[in-house]
């Protein structure tokens, strides 16, 4: 996914309105493959600063998870703020500047003066990576699976009686007596 900078680099002070979708191949999370449900779309201001060009963003996107409590497969949506710096590599001219820049490579982006594209793909990515759910659900009240016999409780009614972990059988009487 690219961002049109050629505008917005004509002059200090100058802002460009971008909105990119796009289809991205499927994320690899935790050894899973999780496809996106729709495409992926970026809504982005830019600002020219002199220096260097600002990303002000909005992903967002749908990923298709695994529900956490059924194991059912959801449709769990993205929407997530991001910023960016871009720094103008035909700019850096003294060797201190350079070292300066390697020192800060992994928080900024940098460009050609010739160049009017910034690939923005790999941070779009971190940007959904960072914002994924914990726990997916397919529904606040999900109700899981049973415990005993594996039945998903939002589909089928099961009679299976919940074993009590022994440890705690006691704080089922205590429960009783202190209410």
Request: hydrophobic share 35%.
């Amino acid at each position: 996914m690219r961002l049109y900078i050629g505008e917005v680099k004509k002059s200090v002070g100058r802002t460009f309105h971008d909105i990119e979708e796009e289809n991205f191949p499927s994320l690899s999370w935790e050894g899973k493959k999780l496809p996106f449900a729709q495409p992926v779309r970026v809504d982005a201001l830019l600002t020219n600063c002199g220096s260097e060009i600002l990303v002000k963003g909005v992903v967002d996107t749908a990923l298709v998870m695994s529900c956490s409590r059924c194991l059912e497969p959801s449709i769990q949506e993205i929407k997530a703020v991001f910023y960016l710096e871009y720094r103008n590599l035909s700019r850096i001219h003294r060797l201190s500047d350079i070292e300066a820049e390697a020192s800060e490579s992994d928080e900024v982006g940098y460009f050609w003066e010739e160049d009017n594209y910034v690939e923005v793909t790999r941070e779009v990515e971190e940007v959904i990576f960072i914002n994924l759910p914990m726990k997916p659900l397919c529904s606040p009240d999900c109700r899981g699976l049973c415990p005993v016999c594996g039945a998903n409780r939002n589909k089928e009614k099961c009679f299976c009686e919940e074993a009590i972990d022994p440890r705690l059988a006691v704080l089922k009487n205590w429960a009783k007596e202190n209410l």
